[in-house]
């Protein structure tokens, strides 16, 4: 008999064959974990004395419209005083698949019954959550168009963005 390559038996693929076949799997989660590590450095500047903080106001708005849809899932809040002061407005235009995915994430973390703390700090890491995630989709549309590798150097392009999509992504910025 001849000598065996580098495969595992008869039929088997050789290690460089699986090597070629998933190297994108760990590189891509690889940029995911940079993505969400850049985004969560200045965590701690958030937290003060146990109480959660946001960058900007409408982070705040967001925030109420989480409270509420955990109290009353899956529903937002119908009317809301403190728009179209001073007389409110039925907000129907809010109530966004943001503040219910939020919500939700909340209510499975907090096993059906958050804290308000813990509801706060869900939404002040969905932002960097959303922006590290958002490498999966870039890269599978890479790889549709042009292959697997440009699809990995589109995830690594936007990891290395700076610009509004970052500022918009970072911890705290829950807008």
Do not use: C
């Amino acid at each position: 008999m001849g000598s065996r390559s580098e495969t595992d038996g008869e039929g088997g693929q050789s290690v460089l064959d699986i090597v070629e076949d998933w190297y994108s799997v760990p590189a891509l989660l690889l940029v995911v974990v940079a993505m969400f590590a850049l985004r969560m450095q200045t965590y701690s500047n958030f937290i003060r004395n146990g109480e959660v903080f946001f960058s900007g106001n409408d982070a705040w708005y967001h925030f109420r419209e989480v409270v509420y849809i955990t109290k009353h899932w899956p529903s937002p809040i119908p009317f809301d005083p403190w728009t179209a002061f001073p007389y409110g407005h039925w907000v129907g235009q809010f109530g966004t698949l943001y503040d219910q995915t939020v919500a939700t994430v909340a209510l499975l973390v907090g096993l059906g019954a958050p804290s308000q703390e813990l509801i706060a700090k869900t939404l002040l890491v969905a932002p960097a959550v959303a922006g590290a995630l958002t490498a999966i989709p870039v890269y599978f549309l890479g790889k549709q168009f042009s292959g697997r590798l440009p699809g990995l150097f589109g995830a690594v392009v936007l990891l290395l963005l700076p610009g509004t999509f970052l500022g918009r992504t970072l911890v705290g910025v829950a807008d």
